[in-house]
């Protein structure tokens, strides 16, 4: 399949605007211009019932957590919640890059969405990510009751390196028995080397490039023997057993297709409910286009209904 009429427009004007490559910038530099990037592509002014921002301990430093309420609770009433990951190679992104996705997701599935501002790299580098990712998680079971939190509706999500993290903090939660529901994994980073077919396909000329990608793992690994840990590389890890049901998407243009894939069939054959979909005509990071791509607006209400039904009320809950 061809690229969607609306992507291949999309990557002409970024060609034309002659930004510098991320992996030629300082990490700071790379953070403002993703948010400018972000900014100028995202859906604008998308309603939320109430949106809250909170502070929570974490391992090295406090935690900042921005909380999304899609409507009043009834009397009684406790909703599901996502926690969330945002993408952005562990370098880059924030919760304000992420932010109208996850009122979109909040709206779309009427769930609470807590997102976790966890600590970037080079400053902080790995297992910092996860670290922090999953003591928001941790402190989302044992508190979320004080906020109306259903405990037993409980998803993780996020894209590319925040997609990494929930597939993460999945694995660590059903080992420490917390009680996760579903995953939504949006094109998720999973494997230890960016080996695959799709990462030699689409090296350049589709936003994310092979370039940038070893710029990310650079900045966020200590030494090459992190690509050995589950934590940076879920793909290897040895058990995938009794997880939540997953969502995965992927872009039929990224270079981390093949992994996602690979992370999907890995899932299924360990006995687990995964559904997986390829938008074939996208590119990486086109989750969070609404604004321009009719492609990202079609794939985010597809996120919501999954995550709506992933965490629908049963019998047990």
């Known amino acids: 399949m061809p ?23 300082t990490p700071d ?7 400018m990037r972000v900014q100028r592509m995202e859906a604008k002014n998308v309603p939320i019932h109430k949106v809250e921002e909170l502070r929570i301990p974490g391992p090295d430093r406090p935690i900042g957590l921005r909380i999304y309420w899609p409507r ?24 304000d890059t992420h932010d109208t996705a996850c009122r979109f997701l909040s709206n779309g599935a009427d769930c609470i969405v807590i997102s976790v501002d966890y600590r970037l790299a080079p400053e902080a580098k790995f297992p910092a990510a ?9 402190w989302v079971v044992f508190n979320g009751a004080d906020l109306g939190i259903d405990i037993g509706r409980i998803a993780v999500g996020g894209d590319s390196a925040g997609g990494n993290l929930a597939a993460v903090c999945a694995l660590m939660a059903r080992d420490a028995g917390f009680p996760v529901r579903f ?7 999973t494997a230890p080397e960016p080996e695959t077919a799709s990462h030699r396909a689409f090296a350049d000329g589709y936003l994310l490039t092979r370039q ?8 966020y ?25 997953a969502w995965l998407c992927v872009a039929g ?12 069939t890995r899932l299924i054959e360990a006995g687990n409910r995964v559904t997986l979909v390829n938008y074939e005509g996208a590119v990486h990071g086109f989750f969070l286009m609404q604004g321009g791509l009719e492609i990202a607006r079609r794939a985010i209400d597809d996120a919501s209904a999954a995550l709506r039904d992933g965490l629908k009320k049963t019998e047990e809950t």
């Not at 009043?72 to 919760?95: N, Q, Y």
């Not at 995953?183 to 980073?189: A, F, K, V």
């Open 221 to 245: 690994l200590r030494s090459s023997k992190d690509t050995h840990d589950f934590r940076y590389a879920p793909l290897i890890a040895d058990d995938l057993s009794s997880l939540p049901p």
């Open 130 to 138: 996860i670290d922090d990712s999953f003591a928001a998680l941790r």
């Open 72 to 95: 009043e609770r009834m009397i009684g009433e406790t909703l599901p919640v996502l926690v969330w990951f945002h993408g952005g190679g562990f370098v880059i992104g924030s919760l």
């Open 183 to 189: 995953q939504l994994l949006i094109y998720p980073c």
């Open 253 to 264: 243009f990224d270079p981390l297709r093949d992994e996602g894939v690979q992370y999907a």
């Open 212 to 219: 940038t990608i070893t710029w990310f793992y650079r900045h």
């Open 3 to 25: 690229l969607d009429p609306q992507v291949r427009s999309l990557l002409d004007a970024a060609e034309k605007a002659g930004l510098q490559p991320l992996w030629q910038l």
């Open 29 to 35: 530099q790379a953070r403002a211009q993703y948010r």
